[in-house]
C-alpha cells in the first residue's frame, strides 16, 4: 500500500511563503500524476495544481501567479512552493498521487491515494 507524507504547513502571515512536501512510500510505483488538494472548514475538497508523469502542469484559477508544483521523480516526491499567500488559503492541504502498482507480471490498474494532510493557516 502506498503510504503519501506531508509535511511543511503551518502558520505564516498574508503575503508569506510555505513550501509542501509529499513523498511516497513505495519506491516500486508506476506514478502517473502527483497533486495538491485543500479543503477548507465548510467547503469541499478543491484541486490545487497536478503534475502528470509527462510533466504538464494545471493549477485552479485561484493558484495561478502564486503557487508552483514541481516533482522529483526518482524520490516519488511532489512540492508545492506558495507565495503571496492569502487568508483564503487557509486549509488542510492533502497530497494525492494517482498510479499503479506491479500486478503480475504488469501493473494494477490506476489508483489514487491520500495523504493524510497538512495544515496551512494564514493570519490577516
Known amino acids: 500500500q502506498v503510504q503519501l507524507v506531508e509535511s511543511g504547513g503551518g502558520l505564516v502571515q498574508a503575503g508569506g511563503s510555505l513550501r509542501l512536501s509529499c513523498a511516497a512510500s513505495e519506491i516500486i510505483f508506476r506514478l502517473n500524476a502527483m497533486g495538491w488538494y485543500r479543503q477548507a472548514p465548510g467547503k469541499q475538497r478543491e484541486l490545487v495544481a497536478i503534475i502528470q508523469s509527462g510533466g504538464s502542469i494545471d493549477y485552479a484559477d485561484s493558484a495561478k501567479g502564486r503557487f508552483t508544483i514541481s516533482r522529483d521523480n526518482a524520490k516519488i516526491t511532489v512540492y508545492l512552493q506558495m507565495n503571496s499567500l492569502k487568508p483564503d488559503d487557509t486549509a488542510v492541504y492533502y497530497c494525492?498521487?494517482?498510479?499503479?502498482?506491479?500486478w503480475g507480471a504488469g501493473w494494477g490498474p490506476s489508483m489514487d491515494y491520500w495523504g493524510k494532510g497538512t495544515l496551512v493557516t494564514v493570519s490577516s
Open positions: 494525492n498521487a494517482k498510479g499503479s502498482l506491479p
